[in-house]
Nanobody, 115 residues
């Protein structure tokens, strides 16, 4: 079955950096567009970034553009999100997701940005 397992979250100060990973299994990872979505406390989900299967097209929400970089290693079936210059408003549970037909989400990894 499809499994998405995020890791790499943690507590970081304003301006700091983190790198999130998402290990995928149960499907042909290299064939799918993958996304990162986050949910801040008390708010709805926010799409953050996406990357196509061929690693040619990367898209970002305006709120993270210029600070976050999405990447993937299809040989390792792993999705990444490099987050720099983190701000308080980046505090959230971060999920990797595969959308389309049936949507699949991981359980998320918590990123907390403190002052």
């Amino acid at each position: 079955q499809v499994q998405l397992v995020e890791s790499g979250g943690g507590l970081v100060q304003i301006g700091g950096s983190l790198r999130l990973s998402c290990a995928a299994s149960g499907f042909t990872f290299s064939s799918y567009y993958m996304s990162w979505v986050r949910q801040a406390p008390g708010k709805g989900p926010e799409w953050v970034s996406g990357i196509d299967a061929g690693v040619k097209i990367k898209t970002y929400a305006d709120s993270v553009k210029g600070r976050f970089t999405v990447s993937r290693d299809n040989a390792k079936s792993t999705l990444y999100l490099e987050m720099n210059n983190l701000q308080l408003e980046d505090t959230a549970l971060y999920y990797c997701a595969r959308f389309g037909g049936i949507d699949y989400w991981g359980k998320g990894t918590l990123v907390t940005v403190s002052s």
